[in-house]
């Protein structure tokens, strides 16, 4: 079992930036691939960004991409999700997740609430 718990969102102007943090318990996350996702209302979930624990190889959606940055402390457990230049469209509960490589997205945390005001 893995856990996790997101923090970091908020209220936040449109062109500002916000940190996103997700720590993780539970197992060792070397073999795991981790994700940042999120979800509007009226719209389905949708994936912002990922990284793989071992070895660091990351992947954007093209909303995002020069935006936003995912990164990981091994130390910590931790994984960020650095959103700058945020637009009104950015607004959504961002959730984080994690998965075994090859396999689905299996664990979520509760979930943050990201509102960007114009």
């Known amino acids: 079992q893995v856990q996790l718990v997101e923090s970091g969102g908020g209220l936040v102007q449109a062109g500002g930036s916000l940190r996103l943090s997700c720590a993780a318990s539970g197992r060792t996350l070397s073999s795991y691939v981790m994700g940042w996702f999120r979800q509007a209302p009226g719209k389905e979930r949708a994936i912002v960004a990922r990284v793989i624990w071992s070895g660091g190889d990351t992947y954007y959606a093209d909303s995002v991409k020069g935006r936003f940055t995912i990164s990981r402390d091994n130390a910590k457990n931790t994984i960020y999700l650095q959103m700058n230049s945020l637009k009104p469209e950015d607004t959504a509960v961002y959730l984080c997740?994690?998965?075994?490589?090859?396999?689905?997205?299996?664990?979520w945390g509760q979930g943050t609430q990201v509102t960007v005001s114009s």
């Open positions: 997740a994690a998965r075994s490589v090859g396999m689905g997205w299996n664990y």
